[in-house]
C-alpha cells in the first residue's frame, strides 16, 4: 500500500528557513518520479520541485529556484525540500506526490496531472 506522509510544516518569519520531509512506504521502484507542490488559499496546486530518484535530475519552479532544494534519502525512504530565504508568497499547504516507475532519465514535470500518489499535506507559513 502506498502511502505519502509529510512533515516539518510551522510558521516563520521571512528570511527564516524550514525543511519539510516526507516519508514514502509502499515504493519499491528502481526510479521514480516525486515532487513537492504547494496551494495557496484561493489559488490552483502548483508544482514546486521534482527529482527523478533513479538518475537524481531536478527540476524547480522560477520562483524558488535558488531558495529550495529537493533531495532524497534512500535508505530512510524520505524526500526532502529545504527552503531558505522564505517570502510571504512561501505561504502554501505543501504536498509530497510520487508517481512510479520511470525511466532513470525520465524528466519529472511540474505537472499536478502527471503524478499518482499524493500525501496529505503540511502547512508552510511565513510571516513578514
Known amino acids: 500500500q502506498v502511502q505519502l506522509v509529510e512533515s516539518g510544516g510551522g510558521s516563520v518569519q521571512a528570511g527564516g528557513s524550514l525543511r519539510l520531509s516526507c516519508v514514502v512506504s509502499?515504493?519499491?521502484?528502481?526510479?521514480?518520479?516525486m515532487g513537492w507542490f504547494r496551494q495557496a488559499p484561493g489559488k490552483p496546486r502548483e508544482g514546486v520541485a521534482t527529482?527523478?530518484?533513479?538518475?537524481?535530475?531536478?527540476t524547480y519552479t522560477n520562483s524558488v529556484k535558488g531558495r529550495f532544494t529537493i533531495s532524497q534519502d534512500n535508505a530512510k525512504n524520505t524526500l526532502y525540500l529545504q527552503m531558505n530565504s522564505l517570502k510571504s508568497e512561501d505561504t502554501a499547504m505543501y504536498y509530497c506526490?510520487?508517481?512510479?516507475?520511470?525511466?532513470?532519465?525520465?524528466?519529472?514535470?511540474?505537472?499536478?496531472?502527471?503524478?499518482?500518489?499524493w500525501g496529505q499535506g503540511t502547512q508552510v507559513t511565513v510571516s513578514s
Open positions: 527529482i527523478n530518484t533513479g538518475g537524481g535530475y531536478t
Open positions: 509502499g515504493y519499491t521502484y528502481r526510479s521514480s518520479c
Open positions: 506526490a510520487a508517481r512510479g516507475p520511470v525511466g532513470s532519465g525520465a524528466y519529472c514535470p511540474l505537472f499536478e496531472s502527471f503524478f499518482a500518489d
